[in-house]
């Protein structure tokens, strides 16, 4: 699909080609809303690209029916964001794009974004992987990214986040520790030099692994604020706090940082999560009683109590699917299986 006319001081023969590549996962009506804010972008020379990963809600049919002029391709299966978005950027880089966007599907933006995002990219001379200033969509004013900062051992913090904005903060380019993949910007000269998203991720830590080895190529990440994108923030798996969210979050966080981190700070990142699993523990366990019944030795006291609390740990395990979903990352950590883990996902999706 392209636009039919751009207010870009660029010239519509000038401006270079641009893959805006969105990944649906049974998300029809985030996607269709998605694709009708992508409609109204005022540039000239765009494609946009979307990736079904095995959608069983009709997304494919919807898309193909509304936007006959989308580039649609399924991949018959979910490879998560990182397959589905590599599959995205093969395609991008075999059919002559100068420039890609990741763009989640839950997302609107505005009109404007290619013609900030490529002037943008020239102002760096294409030497930057850049993101835009990110909003809530159910609060339009307010920020949900603006940039991103590390602090030690491995918690990154959103710049701005929840913060009203007046146009005046976070008003020009800045350098941040990585671009976020919800609405990420390169020429492709830098993803055939860095190379795909890694696979072994699936979801989360994708774009900030991506960002880390565009860094070692001399990359550095910047947002773009006249860039501007309004998230519904995590729809695709229930939420920030929704124990699948929490299971990739987990796991991929100690994979990024045995990738990247030097050991010292590696194993304060490893020591970090097993304390909050402790600590979280400690808090909520359930207490140990003793009870003596009428006619029980203290033999048989202890040991029908130790049979109640042994029954009471078993419930408080199976009820806390957070506490579950820390231990079965930490788990397939340690054993090094990675990408989608199925039998983890079934468990724990729309919970």
Request: one cysteine or more.
């Amino acid at each position: 699909m392209h636009a039919s006319s751009t207010s870009t001081s660029l010239g519509a023969t000038a401006a270079p080609r641009v893959a805006i590549i969105i990944l649906n996962w049974n998300g029809k009506e985030d996607t269709l809303e998605c694709l009708a804010s992508v409609r109204q972008i005022l540039y000239s020379n765009f494609e946009i690209v979307v990736v079904d990963n095995g959608s069983d809600d009709g997304s494919p049919e919807a898309i193909a029916k509304l936007y006959p002029q989308v580039t649609l391709i399924q991949t018959g299966e979910n490879l998560g964001y990182a397959g589905g978005n590599n599959v995205g950027l093969r395609h991008a880089l075999a059919n002559g794009a100068q420039y890609i966007l990741l763009l989640n599907n839950d997302t609107i933006i505005d009109k404007n974004i290619l013609i900030a995002f490529v002037e943008g990219s020239a102002s760096l001379a294409d030497s930057g992987v850049l993101s835009a200033k990110i909003y809530y969509h159910s609060e339009p004013r307010k920020l949900w990214y603006a940039g991103v900062y590390l602090e030690k051992p491995l918690y990154f913090v959103h710049v701005g986040r929840d913060q009203i904005d007046d146009e005046t903060a976070y008003s020009s380019i800045i350098e941040t520790e990585y671009a976020c993949g919800c609405a990420l910007f390169a020429h492709t000269s830098i993803v055939r030099k860095v190379g795909l998203l890694d696979e072994r991720f699936f979801l989360t830590y994708e774009e900030v692994d991506w960002c880390y080895r565009a860094r070692n190529y001399g990359y550095k990440s910047f947002v773009v604020p006249n860039a501007k994108v309004w998230h519904k923030v995590s729809a695709s798996f229930g939420g920030e706090k929704s124990p699948l969210a929490l299971y990739f979050f987990k796991r991929n966080t100690l994979l990024f940082a045995r990738k990247h981190l030097p050991l010292a700070q590696r194993l304060a990142v490893y020591g970090d999560a097993l304390g909050e699993i402790a600590e979280d523990f400690w808090i909520r366990r359930p207490r140990f009683a003793y009870s003596r019944k009428q006619g029980q030795s203290p033999a048989q006291a202890c040991w029908w109590s130790l049979a109640s609390y042994k029954r009471a740990l078993r419930r408080f395990y199976t009820d806390r699917l957070d506490l579950r979903a820390h231990l079965w990352a930490i788990r397939d950590f340690v054993l090094r299986r990675s990408g989608n883990r199925g039998d983890v996902v079934r468990l724990l999706k729309d919970r």
